[in-house]
């Protein structure tokens, strides 16, 4: 059972990446699957937004409109793609894998070892 995420790396402000979660050992068709973040001295925040008016609890307002996570069944694997990225976007990105219901951090129970954004002019 593992999440590898790739994709991660350095951008300018206003571009963009997609990262990619390689999940093996179970379908994400059985489970939630989300991105988090987390910036050096800041909590863990959600970042998986599967619409531009998604609400989701672990859908942060701050990147709404900008971030879009998708899935593809058949690859299993899960994808964030980032556009109009900002220096607060500067974090480590991790895939996770949680059960219906999962809402906060502590509710998704394996995560990959994350990625590093860094957006730097």
């Known amino acids: 059972v593992q999440l590898v995420e790739s994709g991660g790396g350095l951008v300018q402000p206003g571009g963009s990446l997609r990262l990619s979660c390689a999940v093996s050992?179970?379908?994400?068709?059985?489970?939630?699957m989300a991105w988090f973040r987390q910036a050096p001295g800041k909590e863990r925040e959600g970042v998986s937004c599967?619409?531009?008016?998604?609400?989701?609890?672990y859908c942060a307002r701050s990147v709404r409109g900008r971030f879009i996570t998708s899935l593809d069944s058949a690859k299993n694997t899960v994808y964030l793609q980032m556009d109009s990225l900002k220096l607060e976007d500067t974090a480590v990105y991790f895939c996770?894998?949680?059960?219906?219901?999962?809402?906060?951090?502590?509710?998704?129970?394996?995560w990959g070892q994350g990625t590093q954004v860094t957006v730097s002019s």
């Open positions: 996770v894998r949680g059960h219906p219901g999962a809402t906060v951090a502590d509710d998704f129970d394996l």
């Open positions: 050992g179970f379908s994400i068709d059985d489970y939630v």
């Open positions: 599967m619409n531009t008016y998604d609400g989701a609890p």
